[in-house]
């Protein structure tokens, strides 16, 4: 089913990469990166402003904190961003021996441990891997042999970890241990059709429903993961939709990012708005707060 939501652009900035949106109900802020540049972005819906944060290197991911700081995955590993300030601590880097690799997704799970993956820079392999920092700031590598680690999501029971390795077009789905993180019986949930692009980002609503953004496929959608089904397709004016996540006071709507990475000359005056942010404002459909990471002490 097509869905008759029509997307707005939230602002006029044009990502390279947009990747990651995050919506922070503390500050009513909706926050993403763009990879490429290196930055983290801050839109007040409210104020209608805008601050970016620059890193000095590649930023696949970021998560929030219980202390209102950003846990983040970079090119050089995983580190601490104060926002106010954009001071960045390094805590560990699990591919040193790896440099041609950089880190992509990555979220925070419902016990607050933090899972990124990682990928070939040049995309022509499968080095990545997945990874989860805990609470004690501990490294463990959850898989391998991942080509482009992208979208995570959780089960709304907490039994079920979904992720996309986006060469594959499948969702897959893991039993996962809420109080362990770790992950069993891999199978896949979801196929994703040749002609609709590439599974990319993903986020759930309320229903336990997944949103998938598709690279290469001009759309948003929502599948059931229980059936393998596409329920409805959100059409975007961008052909690299990358993720989504929900937003706003009653997290009705779905902000979707984009990229203008490799389109040639043609293909950007085709689609003016690639690398925008985008927002479909009430859905019709519920998501729930972002977790955040715990830290100890």
């Known amino acids: 089913m097509i869905q008759t939501i029509h997307p707005e652009v939230v602002c006029e900035l044009k990502s390279r990469l947009g990747e990651g949106p995050l919506w922070d109900d503390s500050r009513n802020l909706i926050c993403w990166v763009d990879i490429l540049s290196g930055h983290i972005h801050e839109w007040s819906p409210q104020k209608k402003s805008l601050n970016t944060l620059s890193l000095g290197q590649m930023i696949g991911a970021m998560a929030l904190t219980d202390k209102g700081d950003y846990i983040a995955a970079l090119k050089s590993g995983f580190g601490k961003i104060h926002p106010k300030t954009a001071e960045l601590e390094m805590i560990i880097d699990p591919e040193t021996h790896l440099p041609l690799n950089r880190f992509n997704d990555g979220k925070c799970d419902p016990a607050g441990r933090f899972w990124a993956g990682t990928m070939p820079i040049a995309e022509d392999s499968s080095s990545g891997s997945l990874y989860t920092l805990d609470a004690s700031l501990n490294v ?158």
């Open 140 to 297: 463990t590598k959850k898989e391998s042999d991942i080509c482009v680690s992208n979208g995570l999501a959780w089960s709304l029971d907490r039994k079920m970890m979904y992720f996309i390795d986006s060469p594959t077009r499948k969702v897959v789905g893991y039993d996962y241990d809420h109080e362990s993180g770790s992950l069993s019986n891999k199978r896949t949930v979801i196929d994703i059709a040749e002609a609709d692009g590439f599974p990319d980002g993903m986020t759930i609503d309320d229903e336990g429903m997944l949103w998938v953004a598709h690279w290469g496929g001009w759309q948003v959608a929502r599948y059931d993961p229980g059936t393998g089904k596409k329920l409805l397709s959100v059409s975007m004016p961008v052909s690299q939709v990358t993720s989504c996540a929900f937003g706003g006071a009653d997290f009705k709507d779905l902000y979707v990012t984009s990229a203008r990475k490799g389109l040639s000359e043609k293909e950007l005056a085709d689609q003016p708005l690639a690398g925008s942010l985008f927002v479909l404002r009430n859905t019709g459909y519920r998501g729930t707060a972002a977790f955040r990471f715990k830290q100890e002490n």
